[in-house]
């Protein structure tokens, strides 16, 4: 083979893969509306973790509305009692995921031993979540004991991450909650938190049975252990 097939031959693979390009693009221009959800469907189905709203634009070759539209038609689609995900908005990212009424044959499948949240730990996250930006002696001060190795696990665990440091003696860490605390607890900004008059109408009226209660993990009124073990187990399910 001499050097002019050589060349002849890398050229004619160059012009196949620019072909092959190109038509990848009039694929994209040409899917129809119901295509490009489905399209959609499948960048997600495919990434499994949150996928950021401006990368599916750069996928799509569209704006921010037009992916939120096709967001919403798909959402639609998976509110069919049929169907067994859903579609949620994380944090300006989309993500496909199971209905939570399909938790626990799930788990079975994934045959992993749930992690769960001790009460203290629920009560620190709630601490940092309606605080944050907060430094761990805050923390101390409403909890009234030494939160270190709980900041530690929800370290460890991605809830909470640090933000920033405080323009003081030491720069202590400022604390925060991550992305996916908003994934697990389904909110898509912390503006969705309830306020505390929301949680206020959780605890328990005088002269009511007692029974063992816990903290919600959004819970503030920060001290109040006072919560209907139904609540708690609902949170807790979601933190597993």
Sequence with gaps: MTTDDVVDSSAGELDSEAVEGQGEQVSH??????????????????????????????????????????????KQQYQDPQRGLELVNVSQRLQLRTKAIYAGHVRQLIAVKPRRLSQAALETL??????????????????????????????????????????SVGQPALYGTTEDFLSIFGLS?????????????????????????????EGDEIGSSERSTQHNDELQSSVQ
């Design 29 to 74: 221009v040409a899917l129809s509306a119901e295509q490009r959800v489905g399209l959609l469907e499948a960048l997600l189905l495919a990434s499994g973790d949150p996928l950021p709203i401006n990368r599916i634009e750069e996928i799509l070759g569209c704006g921010k509305s037009e992916v939120l539209e096709l967001a919403d038609v798909l």
């Design 126 to 167: 709630a601490v940092i979540a309606y605080q944050q930006p907060v430094v761990k002696s805050e923390i101390d001060k409403i909890r009234g004991v030494d939160v270190a190795p709980t900041i530690k696990t929800l370290l460890e665990r991605k809830l909470v991450k640090i933000l920033g440091y405080q323009a």
């Design 189 to 217: 900004s912390l503006a969705e938190l309830p306020t505390l008059r929301d949680l206020k109408a959780l605890v328990r009226e005088p002269g009511e049975a007692q029974g063992d209660t816990e903290v919600l993990p």
